[in-house]
């Protein structure tokens, strides 16, 4: 299987900062990789797919960047409701796995 | 406008079967690649089971490794409906299931509310 490694687990930032997750494959993946936003009592909402597509009606402010192994998700100015969890997931391969998440709390 | 709609979830016993459907409205159903994933209380998300477009799957049907053997993952276009067979259930299967829509690249671009499965004694 190929594993997915995100960094940091979690981190503390304010309205307004920079934020990078960055997410690691065990093996080349290409551009197989998604990333999505989990809030509690919500749907998974996809940001991002094929490394750096931003999905319709998403922010600008959310990019996706990488090819190979490893991959990045930036916030340019965080908003309030972008505190939630964020995963990678790959999908060059069965099993299609996620990382195991990035929780992003307000500061 | 898409959506995803999960049923069938509830309190189930160990060694016990559950049945999770997911109607989809809104696009063509038959013609998209569908997936189930599944987040345990406290845990993150993990890819649970794939079906191909086409009638009964097509080309592919894929599974985690955790759930080979005890799922069946199965699809009804004429009904807009993907289901989830789930038997001999295990305590670490407690988690919300969600169904999700394969896009580009094997993004997954709609996803259901979510349905709990409980298993326990």
């Known amino acids: 299987d190929i594993q997915m490694t995100q960094s940091p687990s979690s981190l503390s930032a304010s309205v307004g900062d920079r934020v990078t997750i960055t997410c690691r494959a065990s093996q080349r993946i290409s551009n197989y990789l998604s990333w999505y936003q989990l809030k509690a009592g919500k749907a998974p909402k996809l940001l991002i797919y094929a490394a750096s597509s931003l999905q319709s009606g998403v922010p600008s402010r959310f990019s996706g960047s990488g090819s190979g192994t490893d991959f990045s998700l930036t916030i340019s100015s965080l908003q309030p409701e972008d505190f939630a969890t964020y995963y990678c997931q790959q999908s060059y391969m069965i099993p299609r796995t996620f990382g195991q998440g990035t929780k992003v709390e307000i500061k | 406008e898409v959506q995803l709609v999960e049923s069938g979830g509830g309190l189930v016993q160990p060694g016990g079967s559950l049945r999770l459907s997911c109607a989809v409205s809104g696009s063509t159903f038959s013609t998209y690649n569908m997936n189930w994933v599944r987040q345990a209380p406290g845990k993150g998300l993990e890819w649970v089971s794939y079906i191909s477009s086409g009638s009964s799957g097509g080309s592919g049907i894929y599974y985690a490794d955790s759930v080979k053997g005890r799922f069946t993952i199965s699809r009804d276009n004429a009904k807009n409906s993907l289901y989830l067979q789930m038997n001999s259930l295990r305590d670490d299967d407690t988690a919300v299931y969600y169904c999700?829509?394969?896009?580009?690249?094997?993004?997954?671009?709609?996803w259901g509310q979510g349905t709990l499965v409980t298993v326990s004694s």
């Open positions: 999700a829509r394969d896009f580009r690249n094997g993004g997954l671009d709609y």
